[in-house]
């Protein structure tokens, strides 16, 4: 039994030592970590017409703040181009006359037709009956010296509502703002 006591009591005593001899240690340590990256970028679209027969002129842009960017880009009409074509597709099909007319649309070329002496046509008419017919229905005047580059003499002034609108702008089925705007149309 002695034995056993003795066993026992150096189990107890080793096991003493040994807690004795661990250390108990303790580190606290905190970090922070800052993450800094550049805003997205806002990146315009890019538009491109592919062939050189499409009467469209492109636009794009873009903004970036640091919280919102926006991007857009879209096409606008050309109206004088697609006047050019078509009026050189109807010149190409024989129909000369209507591809002047077609011309005629344009403020500038109506200018220049009348001081070359060679008014647009009008109803089929053209020379001096369709001078007759733009002078008829007020468009110009007998009095009207049209200048060089558009530059027209002061024309005598005109009754707001006068027949020029009443019969042109109800056969007219356009868009075009010029022709509207020629025609008195509202």
Request: proline residues 5%; glycine residues 8%; charged residues 25%.
């Amino acid at each position: 039994m002695k034995k056993v006591l003795v066993s026992i009591a150096m189990i107890v005593a080793a096991s003493s030592v040994y807690a004795q001899t661990v250390i108990d240690t303790t580190t606290k340590s905190t970090s922070t970590t800052k993450v800094e990256s550049p805003p997205p970028t806002a990146v315009a679209p890019s538009i491109t017409t592919i062939n050189n027969d499409v009467c469209a002129v492109a636009a794009s842009g873009a903004v970036q703040t640091q919280i919102l960017g926006i991007s857009m880009g879209g096409t606008m009409r050309d109206m004088n181009c697609e006047r050019i074509k078509l009026a050189k597709n109807l010149y190409d099909m024989g129909m000369k006359v209507a591809a002047v007319a077609t011309l005629c649309q344009d403020e500038r070329i109506f200018t220049a037709m009348n001081a070359a002496g060679t008014p647009c046509p009008i109803e089929g008419k053209i020379g001096t009956d369709a001078k007759d017919e733009w002078e008829k229905r007020g468009v110009t005047t007998k009095s009207s010296d049209i200048g060089f580059y558009g530059i027209s003499a002061p024309k005598q002034p005109k009754k707001p509502e006068e027949k020029k609108g009443e019969f042109l702008c109800k056969d007219y089925a356009g868009d075009d703002p010029l022709i509207k705007q020629r025609l008195g149309c509202k």
